[in-house]
């Protein structure tokens, strides 16, 4: 019986992580300049510097398609750019610009705020089990990304 409620209890944080993580993620996204896949993508040509749209489709787990029509608006917009690999002369590579960089910049001073702001209504006991829970939290999105769960 113990195991059962073991899983149950696991199964109740899980739907409390995922209340909890839909609710930030509508509170901070309301003054989105680009959408979630569009940040996303951005972030990772931030993390990982140019890529071939295959490697964002991978990693963003996405279709090569849907990279493809976002590439084109985001290089619209200025916020990446296209140019040659150097090891395959067919190949194109997508790099993020400096104004790119500066959205993310902005969209995460602001998520900060807004997140900052939120915090506010919790008390000094709250704040802190807040604290205590972010390793745990942290460790748990490590995880994730090391055993490659999607991330959304």
Known sequence: MQLNSESAQRRAIAEALLEIALFV????????????SAAATLATLSRSGP??????AEQERISQP???????????RGLVERG?????????????????RELL????????????????AL???????????IGAL????????VTG???A
Do not use: F, K, W, Y
Request: charged share 25%; proline share 2%; net charge positive.
């Open 84 to 100: 040659s690999d150097p090891a395959d002369g067919r190949a194109v590579l997508v790099s993020i610009t400096d104004a790119g």
């Open 25 to 36: 993620i509508r509170q901070t996204s309301a003054s989105r300049e680009v959408s979630l």
């Open 123 to 133: 008390d000094a006991t709250e704040q802190s089990a807040v604290v205590t829970a």
């Open 66 to 76: 849907t990279v493809t029509a976002m590439v084109m608006r985001l290089e619209q």
């Open 51 to 56: 890529c071939r749209i295959t490697e964002i």
């Open 138 to 145: 942290r460790r748990l999105a490590n995880s994730a990304q």
């Open 149 to 151: 769960a999607p991330a």
């Open 105 to 120: 910049r902005r969209r995460r001073q602001t998520q900060v705020d807004q997140l900052s702001g939120l915090l506010d």
